[in-house]
């Protein structure tokens, strides 16, 4: 089975279910941790209309390093989503199957009725998908 594209609309269904999982606390402090990890884009003087070589260099190292960053802390999110929704899938059981139906194309029972290899093949499906990774990189990003 395959997963279709991650839409605006499906961020509605994952909100519910990570609310369901009460992860919020755990998130902020994933977040808060690696604040100080974020570097500061280098300021340039405004009274110069470009900066100079060096400090275009500067400021380019630093947004690199600032989007890395952020990009770890959304896979290190994603990945600790991943491990509450194992953890607690019981508690989110018809609201995941729902979205995994929704993004097959198949109906909730089919999802239900699904062997454990195909069953877990879907959720690892979805929590690679790069939509899902730029979701929490750019939630990340904003919580500097």
Known sequence: M??????G???FTMLGIVGK?????????????????VSNVVPID????QPTKKEAEAIAKAQAKKEADA????MAAAA??????????KDVKGDVNEMLADLTGESKKT???????EYTSLLVQFFKKPELSDFFTSIASLMK
């Not at 992860?23 to 977040?31: A, N, P, T």
Request: aromatic letters at 4%; zero cysteines; glycine letters at 4%.
């Open 71 to 74: 990009q770890k802390r959304g």
């Open 111 to 117: 999802i239900e009725e699904l062997g454990l290899k």
């Open 46 to 49: 405004h009274a110069k209309k």
């Open 21 to 37: 999982l009460d992860i919020k606390d755990e998130f902020m402090r994933l977040f808060e941790n690696n604040v100080d990890a």
């Open 2 to 7: 395959e997963l279709r594209e991650l839409r």
């Open 80 to 89: 600790s989503l991943l491990q509450n929704l194992l953890l607690h899938l």
């Open 9 to 11: 609309d499906d961020l």
